[in-house]
């Protein structure tokens, strides 16, 4: 079983239109969670972190945390094509991002 | 705030040479530093940790006479790929961590001829 999985995709939204992207991981003891971007042929881009359950909101993105279900998603509100990449979810033991495991990433594609 | 960078961008080498890459904390000190490798349509893979003044924890499979990693400096880490070959060729990407995030440099894009 992987560690951390997500959906490979790809993910086709509509500009516009909200885009569900999902994580689970394995490791219950996990305490931190992030969100990178990666556009194509360029290194990842941090775009969220989370660290205790609930909600985290910043401008158009939302990411969720349910400790409980080992489960981290990232929301992406009135998507525009920019917002076209991989999203790739990555998950710290420690507090802190001293080592990560990342997922094998979610292609997301919004069609104008 | 949280830069990283890399130098160089790409680089195209003969088979058998060496290759060093440099990565940088510009706006903060890095006690920790992570070299990265990522082929084509494939996730990154963690090839080893790079902790000032220390030496390097390589991952799993990761060979430690080949990829040479210093981290001379709270700022300052590099990569040296040691008689590259065709198989070599991969982007290769640093991060470094900040307080409780880790930040990327933009690559480097290895070619081995």
């Known amino acids: 079983q992987k560690e951390v999985e997500q959906n490979s995709g790809p993910l086709s939204v509509p500009e516009g239109a909200i885009a569900s992207l999902n994580c689970t991981y394995s490791d219950r003891v996990s305490q931190s969670f992030f969100w990178y971007r990666q556009y194509s042929g360029k290194s990842p881009e941090l775009i969220m972190s989370i660290y205790s359950n609930g909600d985290k909101e910043d401008g158009r993105f939302t990411a969720q945390l349910n400790k409980a279900s080992q489960y981290v998603s990232l929301l992406i509100r009135d998507s525009q094509p920019s917002d076209s990449a991989t999203y790739l979810c990555a998950v710290s033991l420690s507090g802190s991002a001293r080592q990560l495991t990342f997922g094998s990433g979610t292609q997301l594609t919004v069609l104008p | 705030g949280a830069v990283v960078s890399q130098h160089p961008s790409w680089v195209i080498c003969k088979s058998g040479t060496s290759v060093k890459i440099e990565c940088r904390s510009l706006?903060?000190?890095?006690?920790?530093m992570f070299w990265y490798r990522q082929f084509p349509k494939q996730s990154l893979m963690l090839m080893a940790t790079s902790n000032e003044g220390s030496k390097a924890t390589y991952e799993q499979g990761v060979e430690k006479d080949k990829f040479l990693i210093n981290h001379a400096s709270l700022t300052l880490s590099t990569l040296t790929v040691t008689s590259a070959h065709p198989e070599d060729s991969s982007f290769y990407i640093c991060?470094?961590?900040?307080?409780?995030?880790?930040?990327f440099g933009p690559g480097t894009r290895l070619t081995v001829t």
């Open positions: 706006d903060f000190q890095a006690t920790t």
């Open positions: 991060s470094a961590t900040r307080i409780y995030e880790q930040y």
